[in-house]
């Protein structure tokens, strides 16, 4: 266990962030190269813009909290430069992807790509405070709200009033974007957002009676006996617990803590494959068929969260069954998702483990969730080592 903390830091600072360094930066254009195959080389040059402000976070977080090297503050205004000229149209929506040159090519249906934008440029202004940072953080993070009850907008294509679900998704990022944003918001502010998004996840997605997690309610909170409605992500519970658990941290709230990580437990016990390991993307609460089609693949930011929501699991309640599963997902992904050879991890394994598709980026993998994931649990151990 021991060893755990410098396993992850290594493979973060030696192999993960030398290969995004080394291959996605776009030199001619600015930005970076979302779609890289398995060696690196560009397959497609389309940037997306949820990808693009991920690694804009991904360097400035590791320039403010890992080491403030220069090379890495580049390589994040690198890209904030990019998608502050290109990425946001006449409303200062943000679009989903744009040509290799900056033009639009998708509409900003999905808030996602606002959310991690006001993340990136709220991280970036930590590293370099330069006040426009703060306005784009800060003036997309007030869209972010005046949005959420209708994310979608206009782009909406559900017929209105029949059936109005809401969505787990938002409540979950905004569990997390809240404390990333703290240091530019008025207390009151982020505690009222807080209250908010905590009731959301752990009372009104939360189902007591099966205790786990829906991905969409009725806008009541009633349960929608449907395939959205009996729709369960297991990976998207389990890293929103992780996110609930930072808030319990925030909020010097205990009981808060316990109750997620008896939640991720209990998911992790629920979506783990019985027959072939690893954790199942998509369920039905009732056990009826998905309309997902991969729902039987494995993929690796469910598994890296899983990692982190153990870790930290372990690390603020104690609790043994989060150290055993921590060692059990660790070896299930050590030795299916990372590739030795070429660097970076993959994304995405078949039901049996077996990689399924060799890319290293694509339209929804970047430079985000593994140095994400082995920056959260190597810090998680380096605390479980100094209280020991």
């Not at 502010?189 to 009372?203: C, G, N, P, R």
């Not at 089609?293 to 982190?308: F, G, I, N, T």
């Amino acid at each position: 266990m021991n060893n755990y903390r410098e396993i992850y830091e290594q493979e973060l600072v030696n192999n993960v962030i030398p290969f995004w360094m080394k291959h996605s930066k776009d030199e001619v254009n600015g930005g970076y190269f979302n779609c890289l195959d398995r060696t690196g080389d560009v397959y497609d040059t389309d940037k997306f813009m949820w990808l693009q402000a991920r690694e804009v976070w991904t360097f400035a977080t590791l320039y403010n909290e890992q080491e403030a090297r220069p090379e890495w503050l580049e390589m994040a205004k690198h890209g904030a430069d990019f998608i502050e000229k290109h990425g946001r149209d006449a409303e200062g929506n943000w679009y989903f992807s744009l040509d290799k040159e900056g033009n639009p090519l998708v509409q900003p249906y999905n808030i996602f790509s606002d959310c991690f934008a006001s993340m990136a440029f709220a991280a970036l202004y930590k590293a370099d405070p330069q006040e426009r940072y703060a306005k784009i953080a800060k003036d997309t993070f007030n869209n972010i709200l005046k949005r959420q009850d209708n994310p979608k907008g206009k782009y909406n294509k559900a017929y209105p009033g029949t059936r109005s679900l809401k969505n787990f998704a938002l409540p979950m990022i905004l569990s997390n974007l809240s404390l990333e944003m703290e240091h530019l918001l008025d207390k009151n502010t982020v505690d009222d957002l807080l209250k908010a998004v905590i009731h959301e996840v752990m009372e009104v997605f939360y189902q007591k009676d099966s205790g786990l997690i829906l991905e969409n309610v009725n806008v009541d909170g009633s349960f929608s006996d449907s395939f959205d409605g009996r729709l369960i992500n297991p990976g998207h519970t389990i890293e929103a617990m992780w996110f609930m658990m930072d808030l319990g941290v925030r909020l010097n709230d205990q009981k808060l803590i316990e109750k997620c990580t008896e939640i991720a437990l209990r998911t992790l016990d629920y979506g783990w494959d019985k027959e072939f390991g690893g954790i199942l993307y998509f369920m039905d609460i009732k056990g009826q068929p998905q309309q997902q089609l991969e729902w039987d693949q494995k993929l690796w930011w469910v598994h890296l969260e899983a990692l982190v929501c153990m870790a930290k699991g372990y690390e603020l309640t104690g609790n043994d069954k989060c150290m055993e599963w921590f060692e059990k997902l660790h070896d299930y992904t050590w030795n299916r998702f990372r590739d030795p050879e070429h660097g970076e991890w993959f994304a995405y394994l078949n039901r049996r483990g077996e990689v399924l598709l060799p890319l290293k980026g694509g339209k929804w993998k970047c430079c985000f969730h593994v140095p994400r994931a082995l920056f959260q649990v190597y810090k998680a151990f380096e605390k479980i080592k100094s209280k020991k």
